[in-house]
């Protein structure tokens, strides 16, 4: 039997380089690669964006324009990325498989996985298709309706999918338990499936470790364990208990990547710190390996001290994102979040350290206020830090999706993203939120004048002489230093222009924000917001 494992293209408004590593289909293809010949095609990594024939979230006209320049920009163009569908379906044809694995993570971009399984059946439709990941797992029922689509894996994939293909191989019919098919007009529903050991390695021979880079290191994603012992929310990734992998096999993973010329890994663990003596363990390990350690799902403070960030940057780690949520204690309680004091607590010492520093927090949250969104920017802006906001999207599973939404979703399919700056808190239409981005991108980038350059100590000094590389962008700041609006040049018309935004939003921070400092992401240059 051959088997394609696919990782599909998809469709938005932007992409992430870094987070495209298809760690999920490796441990399939390890699973089975002593049943039959594997190929993964990772239809998605390394193909620039082009413009998208599909339809975007609805009502973004008028925030995400080509045809705007200023510094403080989010988006532009919806795009689609990755392989195109005759390219993909060329692909199928010529590689002749018996099946196609497709991962399907996020319920917004399931379309696209979908698509994929469409494509196989018209190429050849006796080919098997199968889908698993987050979204499948969530909505089986959902997934197998559609006609292209044979068999849904939920859960840990790894042994079903065994299952599944050693059957087949033999022969049978593939309608096993654990595994969700159909049986003449009736859908058959497996369980969510848990993994009991966790001693397989990903099968990184699959891969090009060159098409997968940070910055200009060959990167690969790791997990040192399995679920989460936290049930934040607005999570909705499904309660699964938190296991540890065993350290011997994480060592000999460590091997592996080494030996593939990987010089970077970035772990995708949904609570890499669940278990601090373990993670300690852990970074023993990486301790003079020299690879380059990053966990951009966002680490938690809880737990962690001075010690162990001295061992975190011996084992590799040079870049830390937090995972703050929002500055607010009372907020943080209602998400089932511990407070800001870990936090807190480390920042002495983050302050002198050679590490760069990331803090992630949520734009929109259900009961949330955008009061408490800016002091969560006032809060963070005079450490020596880069605010990394995240809107807040309705995450199909999660408590919250389930109170707001339950049934009634799949309208509201392709706003399940951040991009779409769904309005689930009325506190936060649209223009408040766009408005609210804004603001932390002119933050970051006074952080990032203060990097670069010796400044003023006071911003006022910018009205008169603006430090902008570019008329446009000059008169951009000035504008909204001088009368607390922004403004954006149109490419068109030839002239400047009001964004879409909450004037009164843009007031507050400055009120708010007069006679406190900011300070740069890499040095400790900072200046005073006087006006």
């Given amino acids: 039997m051959k088997i394609l494992l696919i990782q599909p293209p998809l469709e938005d408004f932007y992409d992430t380089s870094i987070r495209t590593y298809p760690l999920g289909l490796l441990y399939l293809g390890a699973a089975v690669r002593d049943l039959s010949d594997v190929v993964l095609v990772d239809a998605r990594t390394g193909f620039k964006g082009r413009p ?39 692909k199928i044809a010529g590689e002749k ?36 990941g987050i979204h499948p797992t969530l909505f089986p029922r959902d997934v197998l309706s559609h006609p292209s689509v044979d068999f849904v894996i939920r859960g840990e994939g790894e042994t079903p999918f065994r299952n599944l293909v050693k059957r087949l191989v033999e022969g049978e019919d593939g309608r096993i338990a654990g595994v969700c098919y159909k049986d003449d007009e009736t859908m058959r529903i497996g369980p969510i499936n848990l993994e009991t050991e966790m001693d397989m390695l990903p099968d990184r021979s699959l891969l090009r470790p060159e098409k997968y880079r940070i910055g200009r290191r060959k990167y690969g994603t790791m997990i040192t364990s399995r679920g989460c012992p936290n049930h934040c929310s607005f999570c909705g990734k499904p309660a699964i208990p938190y296991r540890r992998r065993p350290l011997p096999r994480i060592e000999a993973e460590i091997i592996d990547c080494l030996d593939y010329g990987y010089q970077a890994i970035d772990f995708q663990d949904d609570m890499l710190t669940g278990d601090i003596p373990f993670f300690r363990d852990l970074l023993g390990l990486f301790a003079g390996r020299g690879l380059t350690l990053s966990a951009m799902n966002g680490i938690y403070t ?43 607590r480390l920042l002495p010492y983050l302050e002198t350290s050679p590490f760069l520093v990331e803090v992630h927090f949520i734009v929109g949250l259900p009961s949330q206020t955008p009061a408490q969104v800016l002091e969560t920017i006032l809060f963070l802006m005079d450490k020596r830090l880069l605010l990394g906001p995240s809107i807040f999207y309705l995450a199909p ?61 006071r911003i006022s000094a910018w009205i008169e002489n603006a430090p902008g590389r570019e008329a446009v962008e000059a008169e951009v700041l000035r504008a ?27 007031h507050l921070f400055f009120a708010m924000a007069r006679g406190k400092k900011v300070k740069g992401f890499r040095t400790h240059n900072e200046l005073v917001i006087d006006v």
Avoid at 105 to 127: G, H, Y
Avoid at 307 to 333: C, H, I, K, P, Q
């Fill in 480 to 506: 909204l230093l001088s009368q607390k609006r922004f403004v954006w040049y149109d490419t068109v018309c030839g002239g400047m222009m009001d964004e879409p935004q909450d004037l009164d939003l843009v």
């Fill in 52 to 90: 998208s024939k599909g339809e975007p979230p609805a009502g973004l006209e008028d925030y995400y324009r080509a045809d705007r320049i200023t510094p403080f920009s989010l988006f532009q163009k919806y795009r689609y990325f990755g392989m195109t569908r005759e390219a993909l379906a060329y």
């Fill in 97 to 132: 498989p018996d099946m196609v694995a497709i991962s399907s993570l996020f319920a917004t971009f399931s379309v696209e996985a979908i698509e994929v399984a469409r494509i196989a059946k018209v190429v050849d439709p006796r080919i098997i298709t199968v889908i698993g």
């Fill in 397 to 457: 599973g999660s408590p919250i999706f389930k109170r707001t939404i339950g049934e009634e979703w799949r309208p509201l399919l392709k706003s399940l993203r951040s991009s779409a700056m769904l309005p689930v808190n009325p506190l936060f239409q649209r223009r408040t939120t766009f408005t609210l981005m804004k603001l932390v991108r002119f933050v970051n980038y006074i952080k990032g004048l203060l990097d670069r350059q010796e400044l003023s100590c």
């Fill in 302 to 344: 809880k737990g962690i001290d001075e010690d162990t960030l001295d061992l975190m940057y011996e084992a590799g780690f040079r870049r830390l994102n937090f995972s703050l949520v929002d500055a607010s204690e009372s907020l943080l309680s209602s998400q089932n979040r511990a407070g800001i004091a870990p936090f807190v």
